[in-house]
């Protein structure tokens, strides 16, 4: 689906009619040069004085003085087995898109005083887990959750810094330059648990997919590699955590943008919530000039925005073309200015920012092999319990329970809460208890199909974000 809502861009840059020209005539300069190079002491000093010669020479020992300032590959790659750490989540109740299970990748240290790692959300998992990390050459070692976005796949955890190595370093990044399309770089990281693997490439572009900015690399990013570093070769500075790609293709690789992420981390190290807030307008695209359209408003901002209203530049920033760009300018803020363009008048407004949503927690209950709970959708109706897991040969799965059906009701208990389920559940441990049920059609005029179903109690346990807990124990 990503791959088929993805432009595909065949654009090729125009060439002045005298490139080949320009070309061959480089060729003979150099060859001027290094005849040059082999000529006696006295020939040199006549050739010199070509002031075509004497340009050429300049702009060789330009390039190999900057050469000479660049990081090698080779001390890139030693670099990032400083900061680098393998990662270990394990998850045994999964909500939402969590599995069940336990999964490899990586992580960067980012501050050795504060014992901070940077990686993705999607590797430390946003129900509870345990996370554990390992410098190289030393044992796991066991972290906690400080910061997961819900906007990018970026997350932060934490160690105890006395058990940070001596030889480890917090990697350099590079807030301030988003490198550019042609930028050398190399994936840091351990795929398939192959541990501290190189890879290497270029920056293929910046894409935004599904709302979200993304660098594309074609670097090579696989299972495993998900939260190290995408390196710029040159200054050995990241300009991203490798996130993502697509499957069936080849070279089409996904990494967080760093100097977005930067935004995140100062302000945590301030003191203030980073969380990205629930903007109150929807932005859409043109398609031409790729400029952002007010495509709904709601109360909050309606007197000041209206449909159609194209965004010209947010806080003086006129490189606002995506909705991470905007929350980037809106993160731990109260208002931001936003000029507008309507009617071809341009205006500037001032937008006061909702208070930001915290990461969903997770809460719910486990029993019978299955796991039931609020949506873990952001605006989803925290009254309704879904199904977010059922395990295989359980009473759950016998009772022909699925994962994303609705518990309406239980014994003719309403459950519209983690405490209602409690309620219903708590005192029949092996007793039967008769479950409504109401699950989504794939296809037809009526949305939902009902159902009654009847399944013994097992193993009531209370499961949040500080773990799981036995009820009525």
């Known amino acids: 689906m990503l791959a088929a809502g993805m432009e595909r861009l065949t654009r090729s840059p125009e060439h002045p009619p005298n490139q080949k020209k320009v070309r061959q005539a480089g060729k003979v300069r150099l060859a001027q040069i290094s005849d040059y190079n082999r000529c006696p002491f006295g020939a040199r000093l006549a050739a010199l004085e070509d002031p075509m010669i004497r340009i050429s020479v300049s702009v060789l020992a330009s390039i190999v003085a900057m050469s000479s300032q660049s990081v090698s590959a080779n001390d890139v790659i030693a670099d990032a087995s400083l900061y680098t750490v393998q990662t270990t989540t394990s998850v045994e109740y999964g909500f939402g898109k969590d599995l069940k299970g336990t999964s490899r990748a990586s992580g960067i240290l980012i501050d050795k005083e504060r014992g901070w790692i940077a990686t993705n959300a999607h590797v430390v998992q946003k129900s509870p887990s345990r996370v554990r990390v390992s410098f190289k050459g030393h044992p796991y070692v066991m972290v906690e959750k400080v910061y997961t976005d819900s906007h990018f796949d970026f997350a932060i955890v934490k160690i105890d810094p006395s058990k940070i190595p001596a030889f480890a370093r917090a990697a350099t990044l590079e807030c301030a330059n988003a490198p550019i399309a042609g930028t050398p770089v190399i994936g840091f990281g351990h795929p398939w648990s192959l541990e501290y693997t190189a890879t290497r490439g270029i920056i293929s572009g910046v894409k935004t997919l599904s709302s979200v900015e993304n660098l594309q690399t074609d670097t090579a990013i696989n299972p495993g590699n998900s939260g190290g570093p995408l390196i710029e070769e040159r ?232 773990g799981v807990k036995p009820v009525g124990r």
């Open 235 to 466: 200054t050995g500075n990241i300009v991203g955590i490798n996130a993502s790609g697509l499957t069936n293709s080849e070279g089409l690789n996904f990494a967080v943008p760093v100097p977005l992420v930067c935004t995140i981390i100062d302000l945590l190290k301030a003191g203030k919530n980073p969380a990205p807030p629930v903007l109150p307008a929807k932005f859409g695209l043109t398609l031409g000039d790729r400029e952002l359209v007010i495509s709904a408003v709601k109360d909050e901002w309606a007197s000041e925005l209206r449909i159609g209203d194209r965004i010209v530049s947010i806080e003086g920033d006129s490189n606002v073309k995506n909705e991470s760009r905007i929350l980037n300018k809106a993160r731990g803020k109260l208002s931001m200015s936003v000029t507008i363009e309507r009617d071809k008048v341009q205006r500037t407004v001032t937008l006061n920012i909702p208070k930001a949503v915290e990461e969903i927690k997770r809460s719910g209950i486990a029993v019978s092999g299955m796991l039931v709970g609020v949506s873990d959708v952001s605006d989803g109706d925290k009254s309704v319990m879904y199904v977010h897991q059922v395990d295989r040969a359980t009473l759950a799965q016998e009772a022909q329970i699925r994962e994303q059906d609705i518990i309406i009701a239980i014994d003719g208990i309403e459950t519209k809460s983690p405490a209602d389920l409690v309620l219903a559940f708590e005192g029949k441990d092996g007793k039967d208890v008769e479950i409504m049920i109401k699950r989504e059609r794939s296809s037809s005029r009526e949305r939902y199909d009902y159902f009654a179903r009847s399944m013994e109690v097992r193993d009531l346990k209370m499961v949040d974000e500080l």
